[in-house]
């Protein structure tokens, strides 16, 4: 009957899923590996045309020349081979990289693709170059030099306190520092090389380790990292003194009155130009032309001062005055 012979062909079909038939799948699967690796192996063996990654390596003198930028480590290459040879190129399986010696390295900055031919074509084993791929290569190297440079700060940048000066001199340990890198990046710098101080404003000597700051740390290196910076920060010494102001273009016939005096000259010095200062050489002057008729004030002008002072203000800043009639 037509459903006994369709039963009979539906437990033909699966009988080899019973569990009594397991060591058939085995033979299966093995059946299907086999013929996997021979096909693998056979196309392995065939020949191919193909573009691969290929490793350039640069041959130089690291104690003369420096890369100042990294340098390509690949090109793309077109090549013709067995798939044996491709496959572990692909893979960079002991593959030996192209030593490019180029000539006068530190003015030459590309090559063309097609120069590097030579170079390549000696280390594929097995493989024909048929033509480079990249177009160019681009580096830059430059000479590796080494020198010195006195270390100092900038006395201009010292910040201190109001009231407080910078005295010198100025100690730094060590006094110079060798730098070694690429010659154009070294030209750039500072000679003497100057460090940076803190921001803070300074009330007392000041004594610190200051590190040494730079651009380019990756290609330039230095033989010390910091340097001991030592100075002095003093105070002003401070006084004041009343004057009695000349009066210069007053109107004749009035009495003048300082509504806001006395007038007081306050100034500042270092201590070691104590003995120098001479008090009467103050000399400030009230101009009747510079009077301002919306508050009656003048602005007092110092004439003349001595010297060696630091800072000189007159108190108040408007004299404010009334004229009245003799």
């Not at 038939?21 to 021979?38: I, N, S």
């Not at 070294?186 to 003497?192: A, S």
């Not at 000399?283 to 009747?288: G, H, I, P, R």
Request: hydrophobic share 45%; charged share 20%; with cysteine.
């Amino acid at each position: 009957m037509p459903f006994n012979r369709t039963k009979h062909a539906l437990l033909w079909l699966l009988r080899p899923f019973s569990p009594k038939q397991k060591q058939y799948w085995r033979v299966v699967l093995l059946c299907f590996l086999t013929a996997g690796t021979f096909w693998l192996l056979n196309a392995l063996n065939k020949s191919y045309t193909a573009q691969v990654s290929y490793p350039i390596e640069f041959k130089y003198d690291p104690a003369a020349l420096v890369p100042v930028k990294p340098l390509p480590e690949e090109v793309v290459i077109n090549v013709t081979g067995k798939g044996w040879k491709l496959l572990r190129k692909n893979l960079l399986f002991n593959v030996k990289p192209a030593e490019l010696t180029i000539r006068n390295l530190s003015a030459v900055k590309q090559l063309p693709g097609q120069a590097l031919r030579p170079a390549i074509s000696n280390v594929l084993d097995g493989l024909n170059l048929n033509f480079v791929v990249t177009d160019t290569i681009s580096f830059d190297f430059d000479r590796l030099v080494t020198r010195k440079f006195q270390l100092a700060i900038d006395t201009t940048q010292v910040k201190v306190a109001p009231g407080y000066v910078f005295k010198g001199p100025v100690k730094v340990r060590p006094d110079s520092v060798t730098f070694t890198g690429p010659e154009l990046i070294l030209n750039q710098f500072p000679n003497p090389f100057l460090l940076a101080l803190p921001s803070q404003s300074l009330t007392g000597p000041f004594k610190a380790e200051v590190p040494l700051a730079y651009d380019f740390t990756s290609l330039v290196k230095a033989d010390v990292s910091e340097a001991e910076v030592q100075f002095g920060v003093i105070a002003f010494e401070k006084k004041e003194l009343l004057v009695q102001p000349v009066l210069q273009n007053f109107p004749v016939g009035y009495r003048l009155l300082l509504v806001n005096g006395p007038v007081v000259v306050q100034y500042a010095y270092l201590p070691q130009n104590r003995d120098l200062i001479q008090p009467e050489l103050f000399q400030v002057a009230l101009d009747f032309q510079k009077f301002n008729p919306a508050d009656s004030t003048i602005v007092p002008t110092v004439l003349q001062r001595p010297p060696h002072l630091k800072q000189v203000a007159v108190v108040p800043g408007k004299v404010k005055i009334s004229l009245t009639p003799q």
